[in-house]
């Protein structure tokens, strides 16, 4: 039985992304920074279909509290076979307005939390001789985005630590790769102006925005057998917007 530690898992995508590991097979480890009740729903969910999740508080920012997280999951499991660094917030700002402390939030959370929790897993899974990490990235990490440098940078940082712990795990067996949504209906998605998300939307040749279960099929196929052949790559999740 696989063990899969998935970021953010309380709601959003990173729950979509729990529910689907945990329907193809795994033991899931919720982790959450905000609302334990929204992790302990999830895991009641997961518990109904048959299979075993525990939820886990950490925030994904912090060295201590991820070394805490990745062992809670492995004296529980015995093994973590994938990581899904999902968490991640957006502090929205035009450049000239942005605040340092906009910018190292949005780091810190989106892209040193990457970092952490990769390379608490990768000890692991070297012993192993095997792993699965998928990062959250994003469209807008490739594309830019007016508005978010802050969160462009740590997700174009994402790209790249996706494609070097891909190069420097790959002789372990472990696979690297990532996903890029783009603009998916989520509590994040939800709050921006109407304006702006019209805008969005004419942007995507789907005409329609994409739903956590689209970002979740994804992540299992990556996390899956099917996907032994290939690291180091983002995968584009988004109707279309950027080829
Ligand atoms: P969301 O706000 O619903 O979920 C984010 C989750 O991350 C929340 O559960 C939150 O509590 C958790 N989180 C925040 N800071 C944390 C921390 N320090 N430690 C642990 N958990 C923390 O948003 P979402 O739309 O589900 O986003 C999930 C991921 O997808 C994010 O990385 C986001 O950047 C990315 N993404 C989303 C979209 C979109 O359109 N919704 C597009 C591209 C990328």
Not at 50 to 78: P, R, Y
Not at 150 to 161: Q, T
Not at 191 to 213: F, W, Y
């Amino acid at each position: 039985m696989k063990t899969a530690v998935v970021t953010g898992a309380s709601r959003g995508i990173g729950r979509a992304i729990a529910l689907k590991l945990a329907q193809d097979g795994a033991n899931v480890v919720v982790n959450y920074s905000g609302s334990k009740d929204k992790a302990e729903a999830v895991v009641a969910e997961i518990q109904a279909m048959g299979q075993q999740a525990i939820a886990v508080q950490a925030s994904v920012a912090n060295a201590d509290e991820v070394k805490e997280l990745m062992n809670t999951a492995l004296q529980t499991f015995g093994s973590i076979d994938i990581l899904v660094n999902n968490a991640g917030i957006t502090r929205d700002n035009l450049l000239m307005r942005m605040k340092e402390d906009e910018w190292d939030a949005v780091m810190a959370t989106n892209l040193k939390g990457v970092f952490l929790c990769t390379k608490a897993v990768a000890r692991q899974m070297m012993k192993q001789r095997a792993g699965r990490i998928i990062n959250v990235a994003s469209i807008v990490g490739v594309a830019g985005n007016a508005g978010q440098a802050n969160y462009v940078a740590a997700k174009a940082g994402v790209i790249g630590l996706t494609k070097t712990t891909a190069k420097e795990l790959a002789a372990r067996n472990i696979l690297v790769n990532a996903v890029a949504p783009g603009f998916i209906a989520t509590d994040m998605t939800d709050e921006l102006p109407t304006d702006v998300k019209e805008a969005m939307l004419q942007q995507i040749p789907l005409a329609k925005l994409g739903q956590p279960e689209d970002i979740a099929n994804v992540v299992a196929f990556l996390a899956s057998d099917a996907a032994s052949y290939m690291t180091g790559q983002t995968l584009h999740i988004d109707g279309g917007m950027v080829m």
